[in-house]
């Protein structure tokens, strides 16, 4: 494979690499926010690999949940929700290669309490949809959060760490533009708190310049995002992309400084862990040597499996290897 | 809730009680070893609130498999595999109480190399069934490790940390006796490593003296139990027991002196992952007295979701709550 | 294969055979009756192949709804619940074999409206558990119904054929005992309307004398019993035994004039319905010649599903295929 | 609600309208064919309430398998698979209205042998996939069958009925592009049997002049399409298009002269087994005057459940009941 820009990525840890431009991509400059994942827009900026930007976006209700009265049922207008920057088109960027993104750094932005949680009637992990089920549904309420690097403030007695990433990136589906509310094998609505600040994510482009988004930050998120809508805040996010030739892979993965991880994004959540650790194991036979039965054998003892979400149209889940047994 | 022999384990920690009696439960003592969890076996042994007990268990194979030479399609009858112990009657338990197991420790037994895992046609994570494809299956093949305290011997480069833990243990159904391969609210094959010394279990009694089994000893194991076999081990397991009278729980949940956990088992996965959550949310209202809407917000932004297993009858996951949280 | 009694069904169609004895089973013979598929329990008759049985069965349950009033939160006492005639002793049975029922008839008993449905809270397709869900339940309900020969009648304005079955029926597993209540590879509880007068049923024997369990008729039923209760009857169910040694079989076929079926019993659902297809497609490998990939084939454009149950512990599908077009 | 064209469907059967005017879209009239349905392309056809449209559809493959030499996997581009004629915009069709469509017949086109069905590589009902599995893929096959209306010519000794019917079809979705080969609320690839001539489409139009789309007929096929490939033709397929307003509907209905639809498309199958009966109790309730609990026990003792497939990214079955009953 070959490294379009610089080596600040890959295989032996996450080392920054010589910045080429810096971007800035503000709400104001961005205008209309997109809904899908899909190549049928205009691209809102060019960038190089190697180019950093900096990018506001805005929260999954665009905004328009302002205070503990703003019920979604009343201010949202489906299917307008979960508003994503971009496209943004990488030059050189081809059907086969590799995206990569190297997240810098999520800061919250706008007026306090910048975040905002809600239970939304027939949504949400633990409770029934109008679409397969009865029963009436539960109340809808908001819930408005102060969040700070310093941390989130869940209510008078608890503050929660403040660990911001990434719900929803990716690039465009070759043909497909897809609501921003779903991931899949290009990205999407991921919502796995791993794709945070010192994570190199990879994609598999999918068209011309690639057509990456990005949108709806967390200041904060459990495992599973359980009543389906985590810390939602306005942020800015800074991150830097690069090009990789020659490397082909079926869906996302990322990379930290300690480990490895494949997501897998699917209906039943069995279905996406399996997809998950199948390409961990793919990873771990084409990049790092291993016969395919000793990594089915050290995933079994040593894989480590997080829940992103089980509430959106598919579940996500990112299966990871440390990188200390990668010898 | 009264805790009939004291309070060495409870909402607020886990504090070791005092200890009434020590008993041991050999392999010769055992003799026959049983393959379901029910009422119609003979206790093993009797204990009260506040014994200790150390058992030795077999591992899941019955230590069958020898050598990697040991094919398991050749040396296991099914159904007879993952032998239990006991069941061990628990003196003063009636259907509605709780049964609290605080595990203390478990060391490997045996000779070297201690640990099996293997590749077993038809079964595991990512191979499909002769019962659901058409797929030839995989190779077969066993891998043997030594395993000790000081680590799991992976291979010639990548020795593991010894994280031992129970696999499979609770307490009978009422009426059922069902195989020591399925997991469900009376416990049973689990395989969460969160079921490690340290931790105290509660299993919600079904009949009279509760009639407790154990076995299935793991020196380590990943989120999931990809190929379906952890790094089986037979081992000597010491535990505490205890009984709680007056506190209702619809399944397993557990406790160690950071966090609380509920665990689910079901299939589709998502089903565990919505039970081991709607009970934990249940404990939290009940027990530590959050309104239910603020029980739900909390779990969505600072749950945490452990996979058990994704290849047992049904899959078995863990949610977990921090108690610095709890408050 | 070899056909101990007589050639009363088999490959080319439904003869009924020459009857050897006749039994009679009636509710005071029965007495106890059972919740759970075991070996555990001591048999309340012994029959040999050939031999035909009338059962006097009860509804689901037990007779404790007789009028609208009667909700089951009331009157029922989990887990004793779906109540089984049995276990009957089949001569000369033995692990390995195949149990062959020829179901004759079945009857509506009792005082009418013989016939009972209900909205049970947590309980059902459409409705949100307790144990996964956070809504509130549906509201409980009985709806009693006369039941004859005649018809099944609904309400003042619709009456719906009678069109009985049998919703529980199989052997004993070989050590476990599992409620009354679960389907799987023995029979249990599938409620699939298939399983009716004309068909003769295939279960794999697991162990001596096979112990061979019947309850739960049904007046009718739509596809996938969708409120988790039928019309439940009393009823006098005739059927006539038979034992095939040679012939393996991994879970529950039944076949009649017109058609063959493999039933799968699974969650999630398309596991059910794989293991289904994928055993139709074993029998007509094995049975009638076809070629693997053939028979897949002719399944795909020729199969036919039928949903027995979408509302157990695991969901029942019948895959099936014309007789006429196994040539 | 209003019939702006005339009532030749509606809840009391299907009596057909009268015809407005005659279009017809040969293969050379639609020119590039489309692989997704979406907003984004431009209308190849502009038709009002009323008329009968007479269009060329392309087989699955895009005619590219013409022999059974040309395996898939050789002639096949992803994702240009499951070309779509369309879309045809229908004059005043608004979001929230329902666009009709009565099937009058379907005809198969070109040279024969006209039918193709396929083993395709990681694909279909028992197979592993790549994506989820370690398995070895089953082997790649075509089979070419002669298809005329007077049967399906499956093999030297099997003819099968003609039963053909539209696999994809169904109007865009407001922003969203997706691929042909998904179902869901929209219509899409439900290869579903009901969908055959003498039924009455439902469909909800999300957007201005609706863009319906049409393609893939199938000269017929099993419940479940098991191995992923029905019967496939290139066809003639005829329709009248009618429009709804003020009837409000959440997803995909038909109706027929006997019996009424609902279509769930979803994963995992329960899910779009609950949405089909989830669905047909709400049109019982709304335009039949069924009490729920009514409609909910009515669907449980009469309802009937097809299995359209079983492969797709998402399953779709149809909830259906008969009319005689709706009294």
Not at 105 to 114: D, E, F, K, N
Not at 130 to 156: C, Q, W, Y
Not at 188 to 206: E, H, K, R, S, T
Not at 269 to 289: C, H, K, Q, S
Request: hydrophobic fraction near 40%; aromatic fraction near 10%.
């Amino acid at each position: 494979m070959t490294w379009l820009a610089s080596s600040f990525m890959g295989r032996r840890g996450v080392a920054q690499a010589q910045e080429r431009a810096h971007h800035s991509l503000t709400e104001t400059d961005q205008g209309a926010f997109h809904y899908v994942y899909g190549p049928y827009a205009k691209p809102v900026m060019h960038v190089a690999p190697g180019d950093v930007v900096a990018v506001e976006t805005l929260d999954a209700f665009g905004g328009a949940v302002k205070t503990e009265a703003d019920l979604p049922s009343k201010v949202l207008n489906m299917p307008f929700v979960n508003p994503q920057n971009g496209p943004i088109a990488i030059e050189g960027a081809k059907k086969g290669d590799v995206l990569a993104v190297y997240l810098k750094s999520i800061l919250p932005r706008g007026p306090q309490p910048a975040g905002t949680t809600a239970l939304i009637p027939d949504f949400g992990g633990l409770v029934a949809s109008s679409l397969t089920h009865l029963n009436a549904p539960i109340a809808e309420r908001v819930k408005k959060m102060d969040v700070t690097p310093d941390g989130v403030k869940f209510s008078d007695r608890i503050t929660l760490p403040y660990e911001p990433f990434v719900g929803t990136m990716g690039v465009s589906p070759e043909i497909e533009a897809i609501s921003s509310l779903v991931p899949d094998y290009y990205g999407g609505n991921m919502d796995l708190p791993a794709i945070a600040p010192g994570a190199v994510m990879y994609f598999p482009v999918q068209r011309d310049e690639a057509f990456f988004y990005i949108g709806d930050c967390h200041g904060r998120q459990g495992d599973g995002e359980l009543c389906g809508v985590a810390v939602e805040i306005p942020a800015t996010v800074e991150f830097q992309i690069d090009l990789i030739k020659g490397w082909s892979i079926p869906g996302v993965r990322l990379e930290t400084e300690d480990f490895i991880m494949s997501v897998g994004s699917a209906r039943p959540m069995e279905d996406a862990a399996r997809m998950a650790y199948r390409d961990l194991i793919r990873w771990m036979v084409e990049d790092y040597g291993f016969e395919e039965s000793e990594a089915y054998f050290l995933a079994t003892q040593a894989g480590k499996m997080r829940v992103g979400n089980m509430v959106d149209p598919k579940y996500s889940l990112g299966a990871s290897m440390l990188k200390k047994y990668l010898v």
